[in-house]
């Protein structure tokens, strides 16, 4: 796929190589409205394809659901550490 | 089928049951193209929870078990290294875990086919308002064909009257001549009476006036001797006249 060159800032995610992982996050948009406007695009990118189909199933909420818990986990993850069965790993 | 829940800010068409967002068609928001049609089905997920992508990206590499086996160890490592802490809410989950699952299998389709039995009402009433305009439309343009057709027939109404008017001018005319006709030999028949008028008249008045002076111009005189000479005539004429008769 090399119909033309894309400047390396919009290029996505998958298309960068490693060795320009680095510049790549320097040139990406971090101000409040590059962030809002990143959050919006993955929100529809992920709207689109799981829930606003006609016969969506259940994959679109239940990864939502998954993702939930295990945010809600990974921030309860100091208070959980005490129910920890052995101290050393 | 989850559309039923999801309230998102729409545009325009407000018979159309599909909640679109702005972003999704072009960029402008008085465009007039076609809504595209929704994607039948949606992103595949394995499980439920795993997206298909993550299959197909390991498949080149580890074959179809590849995303098991690191599943599988993912969940030992977290579990050994106690990442993911075993305690009262573990039996927790794995009770509601089962429940659900269990649920969506059992009740899954049928939940399915009403939320898309709903939706398919909605679709249909939609296109049931389409349908019904442009019904309506279609008429309205066969009527207005109709119109327009009426309108050329126009022309004949115009050239129908046109003649009418002709006529009324033409008899107005020609009535109007026979008046002048008829006036000018009223008068040319009154001169013509007039001087016959004039001519009897003249000569009765002679013959009178000459009779008159005739009549007087007999002299008494001329009358015996007038008379005396018819009674011989008359006495020649007998004789005549008996001389022929005895011939």
Known sequence: MADRIVPLGEKRLMDVKLGELGSWLGKRDFTPNGVLASIRNGHDRYYNKYINVKKGGIGGVAML????????????????????????? | RFNLFKKVPTIKSPCLPRLVQLSHLHTSPNSQAPVPALPEKGGKTRHGIIPEEIFQLLYPKTG???????GAGLLTYILSKEIYIINHETFAAACMGTVIIYGVRKFGPDVAAFADKLNEEK?????????????????????????????????????????????????????????????????????????????????????????????????????????????????????????????
């Open chain 2, 64 to 70: 179809v078990t590849g995303p098991y086996v690191l």
């Open chain 2, 123 to 247: 679709v249909q009433k939609a296109q049931e308002v389409k349908d019904l305009a442009m019904t309506s439309l279609a008429q309205a343009v066969l009527d207005e064909k109709k119109e327009q057709w009426r309108a050329e027939g126009r022309q004949m109404l115009f050239d129908a009257k046109r003649n009418n008017v002709a006529m009324l001018l033409e008899t107005n005319r020609r009535e109007r001549v026979h008046m002048v006709t008829n006036e000018v030999k009223k008068r040319l028949d009154y001169q013509i009476a007039l001087q016959t008028l004039h001519r009897r008249m003249e000569q009765e008045h002679m013959v009178n006036w000459v009779e008159k002076n005739v009549v007087t111009s007999i002299t008494p005189q001329q009358e015996k001797t007038s008379i005396a000479k018819c009674i011989t005539d008359l006495k020649v004429l007998a004789k005549v006249q008996q001389a022929k008769a005895t011939a």
């Open chain 1, 65 to 89: 659901l998954v993702g939930y818990v295990a945010l809600s986990y990974m921030w309860e993850y100091d208070h959980l550490k005490h129910d920890r069965w052995r101290k050393y790993h």
